[in-house]
């Protein structure tokens, strides 16, 4: 079974800083998918960033960069120029493509604040 | 289009009481996915529909829990004999496949509380 784990409970960073989650995962296979999604007061979970683990070049979407270290099995959201709007819980994610029902396995979150 | 949506948002049950959670995916995705947030925590899959057929329930936590999507569209997460610790934020997800390539669409979820 796979486990994604964050280790930063709560993070705060200054409006226009740049700020980095953490996320650790454990898995045995080689091939499989990894996601940031946030999840903002309201509570609609929206999808930010996803990486194939096949890919060795680390996903960018505007503000927000990953950092994939398969051998390390670490997978970092750095999220730049950061803005009162990103306040939210981010949770990382796994998918393993191939399973039957493809569903995600979600770490702990953690809760950004966003400063002005 | 819209986007997923789930009713009823809020919930509130005594013990005991049965109760039904509706989700209504995007037009046309043949996936569909209930996870289970407890307060404060990620996300934890329960059960898995591809079209009508329902594929995995794996994470259904017990007997008590049912969910149905009969037609291939709207799907009902049913829980029986309510308990406490079956309060939760429940999610409904629903994705155009069921690969990874293909994006989970999450709903605003559904609030249960059992007094």
């Known amino acids: 079974a796979q486990t994604v784990t964050q280790s930063q409970p709560e993070m705060s960073v200054q409006e226009a800083e740049t700020v980095t989650l953490s996320c650790t995962y454990d898995?045995?296979?080689?091939?499989?998918?990894l996601f940031w999604y946030k999840q903002p007061p309201s509570r609609q979970m929206i999808l930010v960033i996803r990486?194939?683990?096949?890919?060795?070049q680390n996903a960018t979407e505007n503000r927000f960069s990953v950092n994939f270290q398969k051998a390390a099995k670490s997978f970092s959201l750095k999220i730049s120029d950061s803005q009162l709007g990103d306040t939210a819980m981010y949770f990382c994610?796994?998918?393993?493509?191939?399973?039957?029902?493809?569903?995600?396995?979600f770490g702990g979150g953690t809760r950004l604040m966003v400063k002005p | 289009g819209a986007g997923v949506s789930q009713s009823p948002r809020y919930k509130v049950a005594k013990r005991g009481q049965d109760v039904a959670l509706r989700c209504d995916p995007i037009?046309?995705?043949?996936?569909l996915f209930w996870y289970q947030q407890a307060l404060g925590q990620g996300p934890e899959f329960l059960t898995y529909?591809?079209?009508?057929?329902?594929?995995?329930k794996s994470g259904l936590p017990s007997d008590r829990f049912f969910a149905e999507r009969p037609e291939g569209s709207v799907s009902t997460l049913k829980i029986q004999r309510t308990q406490q610790e079956d309060s939760a934020v429940y999610l409904c997800?629903?994705?155009?496949?069921?690969?990874?390539?293909?994006?989970?669409?999450f709903g605003p979820g559904t609030r249960l509380t059992v007094t």
């Open positions: 997800a629903s994705s155009l496949r069921g690969t990874g390539r293909s994006e989970q669409y």
């Open positions: 898995t045995s296979e080689n091939n499989y998918y």
């Open positions: 990486q194939e683990a096949y890919k060795q």
């Open positions: 994610a796994f998918m393993k493509p191939y399973n039957a029902g493809n569903m995600l396995t």
């Open positions: 037009s046309g995705h043949v996936s």
């Open positions: 529909f591809q079209n009508e057929a329902q594929l995995d």
